[in-house]
């Protein structure tokens, strides 16, 4: 019985430590890119493909500091997209956070993002807009939340496709597992189970 209560102990511990997972969470600063392609696929861990964008660093956008931005006016795109890039085929973004920056435009023009939804094979306009911002002007995001029924594989940013806009400090997080130092409720319920029956065990042993 004590063997029985040993092993029983230890592994609610080590399905209570097993358990402490959360979603993996990329940040993208842009600090000191020369190539993005391999900024990006870097910094990710896997593939990404981007197309129409590239790295700036210009006075009075963001601050001054690095950040990308569509080319020539262009509608940029981030494909994560799992298929020949080494991503589980589950993949998908969860949420995403960015700074949003017009670089040339005159006022009344729209900074958009839309996203990708792998599950129904069709891009969602205007996922987030910042309407009538005029050239120079930039801000914060917040974090954008994608609902469980999206598969969210990418990102596509863009105004009216005259002028250039761009992101900075993008944050991608994605339902990747990793080890989380807080646990959930579910997980603290086990261990202190776990916990409880070696200290019953202790006390037994040392009557």
Avoid at 80 to 88: A, I, M, N, V, Y
Avoid at 91 to 106: A, E, H, N, P, Q
Avoid at 116 to 131: E, I, Q, R
Wanted: hydrophobic share 35%; with cysteine; net charge negative.
């Amino acid at each position: 019985m004590k063997k029985f209560m040993i092993c029983f102990s230890a592994l609610v511990l080590i399905l209570g430590f097993g358990g402490m997972a959360s979603a993996t969470s990329t940040t993208f600063d842009f600090t000191g890119v020369s190539n993005l392609n391999t900024y990006m696929d870097t910094t990710f861990g896997s593939n990404v493909d981007v197309s129409n964008l590239e790295s700036r660093t210009q006075s009075g956008i963001f601050g001054g500091s690095a950040a990308i931005r569509t080319d020539n006016g262009a509608t940029g795109s981030l494909d994560f997209d799992p298929s020949g890039s080494g991503l589980p085929s589950t993949f998908k973004i969860l949420s995403v956070s960015f700074t949003w920056g017009v670089y040339d435009s005159t006022t009344g023009y729209d900074f958009v993002l839309d996203v990708y939804n792998d599950a129904t094979g069709h891009w969602v306009d205007n996922y987030f807009t910042k309407s009538d911002v005029s050239d120079g002007a930039y801000g914060d995001s917040g974090t954008l939340t994608f609902a469980g029924t999206m598969e969210v594989t990418q990102l596509r940013i863009h105004d009216d496709g005259e002028h250039d806009v761009g992101i900075d400090n993008l944050v991608i997080n994605d339902n990747r597992t990793t080890v989380s130092p807080v646990p959930e409720p579910g997980t603290m319920l086990l261990l202190g189970f776990g916990l409880l029956g070696l200290a019953s065990i202790r006390r037994k042993f040392t009557k």
